[in-house]
């Protein structure tokens, strides 16, 4: 019921920047809170960062955190993320998620999810 999709993936060198969107459609009144995960190959889907609807309060996993920066424009229901300094490590398949609780760092906090956007880091 609510559909996500990303967008903004690509290839860029080290030390390069881009910026992902999801754009957020159907009951999106239902999500309280806006994550987004990678997931690298033979890795496990790891938090990336999250944001609240309401005060837009961030959190951010380790592996990122003063690199990346989430945000949201709650008029068009979408959410961005822009990464910047990037590394090769950062490479994976980044999803954006919607949970309809106050979720957290765990996948399993998050109801919905987009198809995904590649991001490749060359070195």
């Known amino acids: 019921q609510v559909q996500l999709v990303e967008s903004g993936g690509g290839l860029v060198q080290a030390g390069g920047s881009l910026r992902l969107s999801c754009a957020a459609s159907g009951r999106t009144s239902s999500s309280y809170v806006m994550g987004w995960f990678r997931q690298a190959p033979g890795k496990e889907r790891e938090f990336v960062a999250a944001i609240t609807w309401s005060y837009g309060s961030t959190y951010y996993g380790d592996s990122v955190k003063g690199r990346f920066t989430i945000s949201r424009n709650n008029a068009k229901n979408t959410v961005y993320l822009q990464m910047n300094s990037l590394k090769p490590e950062d490479t994976a398949v980044y999803y954006c998620?919607?949970?309809?609780?106050?979720?957290?760092?765990?996948?399993?906090?998050?109801?919905?999810w987009g198809q995904g956007t590649q991001v490749t880091v060359s070195s």
């Open positions: 998620a919607a949970s309809g609780r106050f979720g957290g760092r765990s996948q399993v906090d998050y109801d919905y």
